[in-house]
């Protein structure tokens, strides 16, 4: 198959997968009525006004429009740049373990996020705190692993693994300090329910920074996507192939930490994702990033629109952070990739 | 015009120096290949050699020196600019990240396209061809890391010609492979017919393919020459601390190595 028939269907997929999730939860609802409702909402040039929903009863609607439907997308653009992020994080350590939750890049976001959450910090940046919080939080944890991991200019993925998990392990720390010596209890509870990873009780102001983030971090990658190749294919190969490799993983780094940072801000530390797409897609379609990249996007998003389905049913009525599903998840797939890929963990040479 | 020009030098290296934690590594290393030859860096283990051609590919920046390709000093050309002139046969592989034959020679066009071109029919054609020139067009759909040996090096070769560069540098191209693939890689190489710099430790090897060879040690080149005039008894002895006899090699007529086991080396 084509790229561009994989990505027709893929596409194809999320659609389908949207409808359907939507219409999934203690109120049944008709698939077409999600549609109906989405165009007497959102359809351009004063069509929306021709789409009549009057014979749906008003809580169906609110219950689509205002909270479903927010819902299913963010867990969509989130699965969406997690995989991304996975993939760009991959090719700046020339490794296919590295992802933001395993390499401890979510839980410097976190840390980042819980400061202004519950000790008010940064309150300078205004409206926009939480994210840019976020995002420093995932630089610094991003570049400290970069950095630590490196013995005489290469990285082994044993040392890789073990900087990322201390790291995570300091972030860790301090978010639950900042957590416990919050004062609110109500706060406390919300942030231990955001940090396990969630996408519930989104709203549409929630969507914004997560899509444009995806948008432009997914864009300035794929513009880059022969310079990845090239990262891969060989740390000294890249300079032989007109990388300036210092320059190209800095700018890597900055854009896995924006979408991170990002993500986290609204969502907690979601993990895996970034693990099992990309490695999922490279078995199937090879590891050229410029079907990767795209690819990892939408299954990254259909992949989490069905989690969180899940993070609704499984306990039901109760919540589950959807996070919890994804590490119940992907822990095991790790796993499974270091038991079958001992030489990703041992180093294979150069 | 059949007037004979001396050839024009392509690469010329002028005291170049690098140390790591204040041990030199190169000192004052200088050399030239000239236009359309094949040239030849022999020395033990850690005389410098890789690390002199890493400073030409520019991975390593040079402390102290000049290094000149068709007279611009590769040290102030941009990194992309740099890579459309000198392309370089590594001992890297993508390890873990699966790519076709044909997306590894693809690589080659990075350098010849900006963040927003598409691959033209041009591009195609220039893949395909280097990888027919190498013998890998059956090949183009596998998966590298299936690939033998020789089949690899055949297609880092062609990735190299796809970068349509005029100079050509290869480390050490025959580790690790068969006889028959050893041969075959720098035949192939050589029949290219484009300036090449070789590092090479198998000294029967240089003999028979390069046009002029350098033997460095310790950073420095100790001397230089046709391969008659270079792997002589006496350099084997001083720079490998050998033992060897040289014979011409009925064949090529180019000098043959037999070296003596160590305990008939006791010399001087």
Redesign the interface.
Known sequence: MTLAASLLALAGVLLVSITTSVTIGPVKIEPLNVWRIVGHHALPFGLSAGVDITDIPKAQQNIIWLIRMPRVLLAAVIGAALAVVGVAMQAMV???IAEPYILGVSSGAAVGAVLVILWGWFKFWGGNALSFAAFLGGLISFALVFVLSQKGGRITPLRLILVGIAVSQIGGAITSFVTFRARNQEGIQNALFWLAGSVAGAKWEHLRLPALALLVGLGILL??A??M??L??????A??????TTRFRAMLMVVSALLVGTMVAVAGSIGFVGLIMPHII?IVF???HRRVLPLAALCGAIFLIWVDVGARMVAAPQELPVGVITSAIGGPFFLWMLRF?S??IEG?G? | MTQVATPSVALLAKDVSWSVDKRAILSSLGLDVRQGEFAGIIGPNGSGKSTFL?TV???LKPDAGLITLDGDDVWKLS??????R???V???????????AE??VF??R??H?G??DRETAEDHRIVADSLARVGMADFADR?FSTLSGGEKQRVLVARALA?QARFM?LDEPTNHLDIRYQLEILELVKGLRVTTLAALHDLNLASAYCDRIYAIDAGKVVTSGTPQEVLTPELLRRVFGVGASVQPDPMTDRPHLTFFPLAHSQFG
């Not at chain 1, 891969?232 to 190969?237: K, P």
């Not at chain 1, 300079?239 to 300036?244: A, F, P």
């Not at chain 2, 990194?79 to 459309?84: G, L, P, S, V």
């Not at chain 2, 590594?90 to 076709?100: A, I, K």
């Open positions: 020339r490794n296919p513009l880059q022969r310079a190749n090239a891969v294919a060989g740390e000294e190969t300079v032989t192939l007109g990388i300036n490279r090879g590891s050229d890929n030489r990703q294979a150069r | 890493r590919y520019r991975v990194t992309r600019n740099a890579a459309r000198t392309a370089a590594l001992q890297e592989t993508p390890g873990d990240f699966e790519f076709s997306e590894m690589m080659g990075t350098p396209k963040p927003l998966s970068q540098i």
